[in-house]
């Protein structure tokens, strides 16, 4: 991942984003014209655009790398509405960018997650996961795992694509986080906060 910075502000001094493959990053402020745009620190060059949709008041961009049909930048962003009226704590939310389409159960439940889904579920507290793909008329496993959370956190995973192209079990990043109260209770006027984070290449 090249080093990456934003202009929080047209004609302000760039910022310079610090990111984690298993967390989020420090909380930024962006109150420039849509799309937002990330660029190699560097050498200026133009890296990621990120439109947030207006009635987002507090977004989670998702950094990734991979082919994108048409696309201006190398890297793809994920916007994320972070509101915890939207993801809530206690709950546990599905991203699959892995680019397979999967099904099988949570907490023996049958799901089905298909290719951009954007899922949640209650943990209460512990989430079972067996998802599987088919390929060529078998099924597979893609991902298993149990996650567990403490009382006042909520948990975001994301599916992303296998390490080997042709293999069929996906990557996962799993990010934890505490909402603070106020956090719960509103946020202040103005153009979204924005936390950046990223996850690992998919090649």
């Known amino acids: 991942m090249p080093r990456l910075a934003y202009e929080p502000q047209a004609g302000t001094e760039p910022r310079t984003l610090v990111l984690h493959p298993t967390a989020r990053s420090a909380p930024g402020v962006y109150r420039g014209p849509d799309p937002l745009r990330i660029y190699d620190a560097p050498t200026g060059a133009l890296m990621a655009e990120a439109t947030v949709p207006p009635d987002i008041r507090r977004a989670l961009l998702v950094l ?6 048409g696309a201006t930048a190398p890297l793809r962003v994920w916007v994320i509405d972070d509101d915890p009226a939207r993801h809530a704590v206690g709950e546990l939310r599905l991203l699959n960018a892995s680019g397979l389409t999967l099904e099988g159960t949570v907490n023996r439940r049958r799901v089905a997650v298909p290719v951009q889904a954007d899922l949640r579920w209650s943990l209460k507290p512990v989430a079972e996961i067996q998802l599987r793909t088919s390929f060529q008329g078998r099924s597979y496993r893609a991902f ?50 924005l936390l950046l984070t990223r996850g690992p290449s998919s090649e």
């Not at 990734?64 to 049909?69: K, N, S």
């Not at 975001?156 to 990043?173: F, N």
């Not at 956090?183 to 906060?193: E, I, K, M, N, T």
């Open 144 to 193: 298993a795992d149990t996650i567990r959370l403490e009382p006042a956190e909520r948990a975001l995973l994301l599916l992303l694509p296998p390490y080997q192209p042709g293999a069929l079990e996906v990557q996962s990043r799993l990010l934890r986080d505490m909402p603070t109260q106020a956090q719960r209770s509103g946020y202040a006027d103005g153009r979204p906060g």
């Open 64 to 69: 990734l790398t991979g082919d994108q049909p």
